[in-house]
């Protein structure tokens, strides 16, 4: 018998699709950007001088202070992280910092590419670029800053938590984590513009997006935590909720990375949704072992990593191999034109320019959801599978390892 579909579901999904329907029958992104970009713009440019006088205090020390600080709440850190605090027994945690970390960088990535305003000029601003993902991120649009939000809603995140669910709420503790948290926040802004990465106004937009974003997570993140571990539907939602988010997006006035990490991040996000939901009461209840207890020591942690890192990377290459060939063959098949920008070589714009019946009512479709590509980007599916199975693998294939292990 198929089970009932919560009304809140319907509702929720039917409001995305027509949001996306009007904003791209009305244009909204080119007036909102028109509103936005000038103004952002201005200030940026304005705000020179100030990054100008920051950067006179140029000295080796700063460059590796602040270039450390900005891999340490980057993106790759987190996908480091947060498997090793699921793994470490700390599950709740684990899944609401890795939902909202999707959250945020969805949010942030949109107005980035929505308002589309340029980073500092450089020259005459030195832009300090020490990691490929740094130089990534030096591609994408300016505000807001994304590590500044980040590091407000993460940090303030696990300010929240451990305020509230830990059993150890000594004054100290507490006074350290508000000091951590403030002075983490703080050198992150500071850092972004002493690297010449970002203005003034970006760093301002980050803290206040992030603040907006934080205080609407605490309010929902145990409706969206009852809702995963118990719900109705939940994988089928979430997977039509993560579709329908692709469109959604707004186009960029030139592309740029930010909707590729947003592409990984929402299919991190299905991943661990889908693979805490199947097997929650067995590896992600509330009584499962936490590091330095007696069933799970620092031994047993440590061959957890040595096991778990291994096999999820393992699971991201095979998924996106079995992705790169499933997805071309399903989308011929389906009539549907594609297109590949690095993953499929083989797919040039010719071969996905050929015109069928199948295709003609793809167009109809596209129409229909006033859509306006001519072929779509397989590269999009293919990132997301990817990420969503090496997801999936960390919160259910690999404690099921674990366990086989005694682990």
């Known amino acids: 018998m198929m089970e009932r579909i919560p009304a809140w579901q319907v509702i929720s999904l039917s409001g995305i699709l027509i949001w996306v329907a009007i904003s791209s029958f009305f244009n909204v992104t080119q007036k909102l950007r028109s509103l936005t970009q000038p103004w952002v713009t201005y200030h940026v440019l304005t705000g020179t001088p100030l990054i100008l006088q920051v950067q006179n205090f140029q000295h080796s020390f700063f460059d590796a202070l602040f270039s450390g600080l900005s891999c340490v709440v980057s993106v790759p850190f987190y996908t480091a992280f947060l498997p090793l605090l699921f793994w470490s027994g700390h599950c709740k945690l684990a899944r609401q910092m890795t939902l909202l970390m999707a959250f945020c960088d969805y949010i942030g990535n949109c107005i980035k590419d929505l308002v589309s305003a340029p980073r500092p000029s450089c020259p005459p601003v030195r832009r300090l670029t020490a990691t490929k993902d740094e130089k990534e991120n030096a591609m994408e649009y300016g505000l807001p800053s994304s590590h500044t939000l980040n590091t407000v809603c993460l940090s303030g995140y696990l300010l929240h938590y451990i305020l509230h669910y830990s059993q150890n709420r000594d004054g100290a503790v507490v006074l350290a984590a508000l000091i951590t948290a403030y002075l ?18 970006d760093v301002i937009a980050g803290l206040v997006i992030g603040l907006s974003i934080l205080a609407f997570w605490i309010m929902v993140h145990e409706y969206v935590d009852s809702f995963i571990v118990s719900g109705q539907n939940v994988t089928s939602f979430w997977a039509t909720l993560s579709f329908l988010l692709l469109f959604a997006y707004p186009t960029p006035e030139i592309p740029t990375p930010s909707f590729e990490f947003h592409t990984a991040f929402t299919g991190v996000a299905l991943g661990i949704v889908s693979g805490v939901q199947q097997t929650y009461h067995q590896f992600h209840h509330e009584d499962i072992p936490r590091i330095f207890d007696q069933q799970l020591t620092l031994p047993n942690f440590v061959g957890r990593i040595l096991v778990g890192i291994p096999t999820i990377l393992l699971v991201k290459y095979c998924s996106k191999a ?9 989308s011929n098949t389906l009539g549907i034109p594609i297109r590949s920008s690095c993953y499929v070589p083989a797919l040039t714009v010719s071969a996905t320019e050929k015109k069928s019946d199948n295709s003609r009512q793809l167009r109809h479709f596209q129409k229909l959801l006033f859509l306006r590509q001519d072929a779509f980007d397989v590269d999009t599916g293919i990132r997301f599978l990817q990420y969503a199975g090496l997801a999936w693998s960390v919160v259910d294939l690999v404690p099921s390892i674990f366990l086989q292990l005694r682990l």
Not at 184 to 201: C, D, F
């Open 184 to 201: 983490l926040v703080g050198l992150i802004g500071l850092g972004r513009i002493y690297l010449g990465m970002h203005s003034v106004v």
């Open 322 to 330: 079995l992705a790169k060939w499933i997805l071309p063959v399903a």
